[in-house]
Protein backbone atom coordinates (compact mmCIF):
# COMPACT_ATOMS: atom_id res chain seq x y z
CA UNK A 1 0.00 0.00 0.00
CA UNK A 2 1.62 3.42 -0.95
CA UNK A 3 1.58 6.13 1.46
CA UNK A 4 2.40 9.52 0.75
CA UNK A 5 2.82 11.76 4.13
CA UNK A 6 3.23 16.00 3.67
CA UNK A 7 4.30 18.18 6.41
CA UNK A 8 5.58 21.71 6.86
CA UNK A 9 2.24 23.20 5.97
CA UNK A 10 1.45 25.81 8.88
CA UNK A 11 0.72 29.44 8.59
CA UNK A 12 3.22 32.61 7.79
CA UNK A 13 3.09 36.10 6.92
CA UNK A 14 3.44 37.65 3.72
CA UNK A 15 7.29 37.31 2.73
CA UNK A 16 7.75 34.42 4.57
CA UNK A 17 8.92 31.26 3.56
CA UNK A 18 8.00 26.93 4.58
CA UNK A 19 9.21 24.26 3.22
CA UNK A 20 6.99 21.05 2.34
CA UNK A 21 8.10 17.55 2.50
CA UNK A 22 6.35 14.31 0.51
CA UNK A 23 7.84 10.85 2.19
CA UNK A 24 6.39 8.19 0.26
CA UNK A 25 6.66 4.75 1.34
CA UNK A 26 5.06 1.23 0.51
CA UNK A 27 5.54 0.78 -3.10
CA UNK A 28 7.61 -2.02 -4.76
CA UNK A 29 8.85 -0.01 -7.95
CA UNK A 30 11.07 2.89 -8.05
CA UNK A 31 8.82 6.67 -8.02
CA UNK A 32 8.64 7.92 -11.38
CA UNK A 33 7.46 11.72 -11.09
CA UNK A 34 6.67 13.83 -7.79
CA UNK A 35 4.80 16.60 -7.77
CA UNK A 36 2.44 19.28 -6.00
CA UNK A 37 -0.69 21.21 -6.41
CA UNK A 38 -2.87 23.37 -4.37
CA UNK A 39 -6.32 23.71 -4.33
CA UNK A 40 -7.86 26.99 -2.43
CA UNK A 41 -11.61 27.02 -1.51
CA UNK A 42 -14.12 27.65 -4.06
CA UNK A 43 -11.09 26.66 -7.10
CA UNK A 44 -10.00 23.74 -8.78
CA UNK A 45 -6.64 22.27 -7.51
CA UNK A 46 -3.59 23.55 -9.84
CA UNK A 47 -0.21 22.28 -10.90
CA UNK A 48 2.36 23.80 -8.33
CA UNK A 49 5.61 21.81 -9.66
CA UNK A 50 6.60 18.73 -10.53
CA UNK A 51 10.11 16.72 -10.63
CA UNK A 52 11.07 13.70 -12.26
CA UNK A 53 13.25 11.25 -10.85
CA UNK A 54 16.12 12.47 -12.96
CA UNK A 55 15.22 15.98 -11.59
CA UNK A 56 14.04 17.71 -14.39
CA UNK A 57 11.55 20.29 -13.14
CA UNK A 58 8.40 22.20 -14.55
CA UNK A 59 6.86 25.41 -12.29
CA UNK A 60 2.96 27.01 -12.43
CA UNK A 61 3.85 30.30 -13.82
CA UNK A 62 2.23 32.02 -10.25
CA UNK A 63 5.24 29.69 -8.55
CA UNK A 64 8.44 30.44 -11.09
CA UNK A 65 11.20 32.19 -9.15
CA UNK A 66 9.57 31.45 -5.43
CA UNK A 67 9.50 28.16 -5.21
CA UNK A 68 11.60 25.09 -5.63
CA UNK A 69 11.11 21.37 -5.91
CA UNK A 70 13.80 18.80 -5.43
CA UNK A 71 13.83 15.54 -4.10
CA UNK A 72 15.72 13.22 -2.15
CA UNK A 73 15.25 9.62 -4.34
CA UNK A 74 17.01 7.27 -1.61
CA UNK A 75 14.79 8.42 0.56
CA UNK A 76 11.67 8.69 -1.23
CA UNK A 77 10.77 12.04 -0.11
CA UNK A 78 10.38 15.68 -2.62
CA UNK A 79 10.30 19.06 -0.94
CA UNK A 80 8.90 22.29 -1.73
CA UNK A 81 10.29 25.50 -1.07
CA UNK A 82 7.95 28.31 -0.63
CA UNK A 83 9.97 31.79 -0.60
CA UNK A 84 8.59 34.82 -1.06
CA UNK A 85 4.68 34.03 -0.15
CA UNK A 86 2.07 35.81 -1.21
CA UNK A 87 -1.46 35.59 0.66
CA UNK A 88 -2.89 34.35 -3.10
CA UNK A 89 -0.60 31.27 -2.49
CA UNK A 90 -3.05 30.16 0.76
CA UNK A 91 -4.28 26.45 0.04
CA UNK A 92 -3.98 23.02 0.68
CA UNK A 93 -1.28 21.54 -0.99
CA UNK A 94 -1.00 18.10 -1.76
CA UNK A 95 1.76 15.60 -2.91
CA UNK A 96 1.31 13.65 -5.86
CA UNK A 97 3.78 10.64 -7.03
CA UNK A 98 3.48 8.30 -10.02
CA UNK A 99 4.71 5.28 -9.97
CA UNK A 100 4.40 2.40 -12.27
CA UNK A 101 1.86 4.18 -14.36
CA UNK A 102 -0.47 4.75 -11.39
CA UNK A 103 -0.79 8.09 -9.57
CA UNK A 104 -1.23 8.65 -6.01
CA UNK A 105 -1.82 11.87 -3.59
CA UNK A 106 -1.06 12.56 0.07
CA UNK A 107 -3.71 13.31 2.24
CA UNK A 108 -2.77 17.30 2.58
CA UNK A 109 -1.73 20.17 4.06
CA UNK A 110 -2.97 23.28 5.17
CA UNK A 111 -0.61 26.79 3.86
CA UNK A 112 -2.05 29.63 5.10
CA UNK A 113 -0.44 32.99 3.96
CA UNK A 114 -1.44 36.52 6.52
CA UNK A 115 -0.83 39.91 4.61
Known amino acids: QVQLVESGGGLVQAGGSLRLSCAASGSRFGIDAMGWYRQAPGNRRELVAT???????TYADSTKGRFTVFRDNAKNTAYLQMNSLKPEDTAVYYC?????????WGQGTQVTVSS
Open 51 to 57: ITRGGST
Open 96 to 104: NAEIYKRSY
